[in-house]
C-alpha cells in the first residue's frame, strides 16, 4: 500500500510503502504452533459450517471469539483478541521507502530494496491491455514493534515468543508459493519503554525515552508456555 511521498535530494520522489500481513502472518504462526503442540486455540473464520452444513475449521481450533463467549478463553484469543475484545497487542506500520531514495528520511522510515513486476492482460485478437497491475517484493532487515496495551502474563509472554521464534516457518504475503516471502528472526528484544515529553527553552516539545531491557522476564515467560501437565 502506497501511503506518500517526499522529496529526496534534486527534487527525486521517494515512494514509502507499509508492509502488510505482519499481524496476520504472526497470528497464523499461533495457530500453527499451537496445533503442533495439540493447544485448541481460535481459528481465524468465525463460521463453523458451510451452508451445506459441512464443517469448515480443521481439528484443532474453534471459531474465533468462540472461547470468550464460552468463558474458557484461549492463549490466543487472550493476546490477539476479536471483534468482542480488543487485542493486548498493537502493531505499530512497518513504513519503508527504496534504498535508491538519497533524500532525509524520518526516523520511522526503514530502507529497503524494493523491486516492482508489472503485467498487463490484453484482449483476445487484440493489442489493447484490459488489466494491468503491480507485484511489489522487498528485501533486506527491517524492525518491527509490538506495544503491550496490557502487561502480559508469563504464559502470555511465552506463547507470543515462541510464535514469533516459529513464524519463519510461515510464509508472508500471496507469493509464497512462488518461493518469495520468506523471513528470518534476527533479534527480539523485550523492552520497558518509559517516555516523557518537556518543553526546551525555546518552548519546542522534547521527546525523552527511557528504556529497560527485560531478560529476566524472557526466559521466565519462555518457561511458562505451555504448561506442564503433571501425570
Same mark, same amino acid.
Given at each position: ?5 517526499t522529496?529526496?535530494?534534486k527534487?527525486?520522489?521517494?515512494k514509502?510503502? /507499509? /508492509?502488510?500481513?505482519?499481524r ?9 504452533? +499451537?496445533?503442533?503442540?495439540? /493447544?485448541e486455540?481460535?481459528h481465524t473464520s468465525e ?5 451445506k452444513?459441512? &464443517?469448515?475449521? &480443521?481439528?484443532?481450533?474453534h471459531?474465533a471469539?468462540?472461547?470468550l ?19 493486548k497487542? #498493537?502493531?505499530?506500520p512497518v ?7 538519497k533524500g #532525509?528520511?524520518?526516523?520511522e522510515?526503514q =530502507?529497503?530494496?524494493i523491486?516492482?513486476?508489472?503485467r ?6 487484440? #493489442?489493447k491491455?484490459?488489466q ?5 517484493y522487498?528485501?533486506g ?9 496490557t502487561?502480559l ?6 506463547f507470543?515468543?515462541k510464535?514469533?521464534?516459529?513464524? &519463519?516457518?510461515?510464509?508472508l ?6 518461493? +518469495?516471502? #520468506?523471513?528470518k528472526?534476527?533479534? /527480539?528484544?523485550? =523492552?520497558?519503554v518509559?517516555?516523557?515529553r518537556?518543553?526546551?527553552q525555546k ?5 525523552r525515552?527511557?528504556?529497560?531491557n527485560l531478560?529476566?522476564?524472557?526466559q521466565e515467560?519462555?518457561?511458562?508456555w505451555?504448561?506442564k501437565v503433571s501425570?
Amino acid at each position: 500500500m502506497l501511503i506518500r511521498t517526499t522529496k529526496g535530494e534534486k527534487g527525486k520522489e521517494g515512494k514509502k510503502y /507499509v /508492509v502488510k500481513g505482519l499481524r496476520g502472518w504472526l497470528n497464523h504462526a499461533m495457530m500453527a504452533l +499451537a496445533k503442533e503442540m495439540g /493447544v485448541e486455540v481460535c481459528h481465524t473464520s468465525e463460521k463453523t459450517e458451510s451452508q451445506k452444513g459441512e &464443517p469448515l475449521l &480443521p481439528e484443532g481450533f474453534h471459531a474465533a471469539g468462540k472461547c470468550l463467549e464460552n468463558g474458557e478463553e484461549c492463549i490466543k484469543h487472550r493476546l490477539m483478541g476479536s471483534f468482542g475484545k480488543q487485542s493486548k497487542l #498493537k502493531f505499530e506500520p512497518v513504513v519503508i521507502t527504496s534504498k535508491a531514495c538519497k533524500g #532525509k528520511e524520518d526516523e520511522e522510515i526503514q =530502507q529497503m530494496h524494493i523491486a516492482t513486476e508489472v503485467r498487463n492482460a490484453l484482449a483476445f485478437h487484440t #493489442k489493447k491491455a484490459i488489466q494491468d497491475f503491480g507485484e511489489r517484493y522487498f528485501a533486506g532487515t527491517f524492525t518491527l514493534r509490538i506495544e503491550f496495551r496490557t502487561k502480559l502474563e508469563a504464559e502470555e509472554l511465552g506463547f507470543l515468543l515462541k510464535s514469533l521464534l516459529y513464524a &519463519p516457518e510461515i510464509g508472508l504475503g500471496a507469493a509464497v508459493n512462488n518461493g +518469495a516471502g #520468506k523471513m528470518k528472526i534476527l533479534k /527480539v528484544a523485550l =523492552q520497558e519503554v518509559v517516555r516523557e515529553r518537556t518543553f526546551d527553552q525555546k518552548g519546542r516539545v522534547v521527546e525523552r525515552e527511557r528504556v529497560r531491557n527485560l531478560w529476566k522476564e524472557m526466559q521466565e515467560g519462555l518457561k511458562a508456555w505451555p504448561k506442564k501437565v503433571s501425570a
